[in-house]
């Protein structure tokens, strides 16, 4: 095992630090936090505390890594990102928009136009959150806009032509990215869940960027209420697992005897964790402990955090991007026709505008 930089052991929290000093932290860091852009899969049903254990995820990645974090836009789910020690950064596409309400501090938003201008909206210095579920009035514009955000990031990071985003003290090469992707169902459903065209196009998309980003620096770390529930080559590409209570995975030895030990050999099921642990599995199939789970703390951690977030609210507008208001619309759409003499034709508002006067005189009124 390689040995731990004081430097990053200064940037932990003391129970972080305590934890990542132990033999179970030791090989989750080893294993995972310190694997160059390592996937991970967080699976439990609903009421598993998925959530949370992405929260604890991204309060250990946010250290060395950017995190990036698409919402769910349900439950409140974003709001413990707020008292993590970082401003947080939402970005959402435009025209639509969402405003939090009762944080003390100070909130950046982002809006963007098209899919690749994310890349440029993310802050290195911040938690990113992409706010996008709830920006849209049709779903199949929302899949055609996720659909093409992850195309272009395939794309870019084949071709190394995004912009390079890590972290202010990361002097490597290629970005440092932590991708997570709550309840991922509703954006890569596995065959068991829809069959539904759009849907399927933005599974094979993701699938598909899954297995080329690990390149350039992109780790994605998508939850899901099952092991099926999302496509088998996405899968087959998040090496790392975290259990959660009463995850089962049936389809994959290794992970199997995780879920349903054989009691002869005395490791507790996943049937008997509580909501607030976990096993974490890493790409071989081992875990440290192999017996038994790990708990993991409530977010945020801090009473005081607690009784803030309490106040805190997620107003969403309601607006949508695929429907923009009239006065966004170019004025060039009311000559459509005209060709090359759309250069002669007088705006709406330069046309004279001719009323009649109560002495039934013809008034023009123009510029």
Not at 155 to 183: N, V, W, Y
Not at 247 to 268: N, T, Y
Not at 315 to 329: N, V
Request: net charge neutral; proline share 9%.
């Amino acid at each position: 095992m390689r040995g731990i930089n004081p430097a990053y052991l200064g940037k932990l929290e003391d129970s972080q630090k305590a934890f990542v000093l132990s033999g179970p932290g030791k090989f989750f860091a080893d294993t995972f936090l310190f694997m160059p852009a390592e996937h991970g899969y967080v699976i439990g049903p609903t009421g598993s505390g998925k959530t949370n254990k992405l929260h604890n995820l991204a309060n250990w990645l946010r250290h060395t890594e950017v995190i990036f974090w698409i919402s769910a836009s349900k439950d409140r789910d974003i709001l413990p990102l707020f008292f993590m020690g970082l401003p947080v950064n939402i970005i959402y596409p435009k025209y639509s928009g969402v405003e939090i309400t009762g944080f003390p501090g100070v909130v950046a938003y982002s809006p963007v136009n098209d899919p690749s201008d994310i890349f440029y909206a993310i802050k290195p210095d911040h938690i990113n959150i992409l706010e996008v579920r709830n920006a849209f009035w049709h779903e199949d514009n929302l899949l055609d806009f996720m659909i093409q955000f992850f195309h272009e990031l395939s794309e870019g990071c084949r071709r190394e032509t995004l912009p390079r985003i890590a972290p202010p003290d990361c002097h490597q090469r290629g970005s440092k990215i932590s991708m997570f992707l709550d309840e991922s169902q509703w954006l890569i459903p596995g065959l068991k869940v829809t069959n539904n065209p759009k849907r399927v196009k933005a599974r094979e998309e993701i699938a598909d960027c899954a297995t080329q980003i690990r390149t350039y620096g992109w780790r994605l770390i998508p939850s899901s209420q099952g092991f099926t529930n999302v496509a088998p080559i996405i899968r087959e590409n998040m090496p790392a697992v975290f259990l959660c209570v009463n995850a089962q995975v049936d389809d994959v030895p290794a992970l199997r005897k995780h879920c349903e030990p054989h009691p002869a050999i005395g490791w507790k099921p996943t049937s008997r964790y509580k909501r607030n642990e976990y096993k974490f599995v890493n790409r071989f199939g081992v875990a440290s402990p192999n017996d038994r789970p790990l708990p993991v703390p409530l977010y945020p951690k801090k009473q005081g955090d607690k009784e803030i977030m309490a106040g805190m609210n997620i107003k969403y507008a309601r607006r949508y991007h695929d429907q923009p208001p009239e006065e966004s619309e170019p004025e060039e759409e009311c000559f459509p026709e005209l060709g090359r003499f759309s250069a002669m034709a007088i705006p709406p508002e330069k046309s004279e505008v001719q009323t009649i006067s109560r002495f039934g005189q013809v008034i023009t009124d123009g510029y």
